[in-house]
């Protein structure tokens, strides 16, 4: 303590990006650790994205984060809401494409839980949205009778 050395060191944050050098030993040594990093990366994106239709379309943002929870990575209301509310189901997704459309689909669960209602309808047929990947994309699909609505993270633009 005190020394030139103390000054010079930073802690390591638990986010930064593997370097590639270093990822295949890391799979063997910690692969659980490993996926569910990978997993919460691509949720925590995908969240704010989804949050962000939601405030679009229905003018408020709810409060909903990422939690472990039951041994998976789930969307949830914060504890102290819902102390007692069964979380979604688990997010699975590595990558945030994959993500969105697993993201959305648990918040979609969420906000209707709550309402009671569907919570996004196409602006052209009235039908609700729900998510799907198509062609590679996450997107808000309206079904029937059957097309993309929208980008998930692009739904009220």
């Known amino acids: 303590m005190g020394t030139d050395d103390d000054d010079d060191w930073v802690p390591p944050r638990a986010l930064d990006p593997v370097p590639p050098e270093h990822v295949a030993e890391l799979k063997n040594m910690f692969p659980d650790a490993l996926i569910r990093r990978n997993q ?39 504890q102290d809401r819902h102390p007692l509310e069964e979380p979604t189901q688990g997010l699975d997704a590595t990558n945030v494409t994959d993500a969105l459309v697993e993201v959305a689909d648990a918040v979609f669960a969420l906000l209707a839980d709550d309402d009671m209602a569907v919570t996004f309808e196409c602006p052209e047929h009235g039908f609700g949205l729900h998510p799907r990947l198509v062609d590679g994309q996450a997107v808000w699909w309206c079904e029937p009778p059957g097309h993309v609505a929208a980008e998930i993270g692009q739904l009220g633009r």
């Open 40 to 78: 919460r990366l691509a949720a925590e994106p995908a969240l704010e994205a989804v949050l962000d239709d939601v405030e679009r379309v229905r003018g408020v943002r709810p409060s909903l984060e990422v939690v472990f929870s039951h041994h998976r990575l789930r969307v949830a209301h914060p």
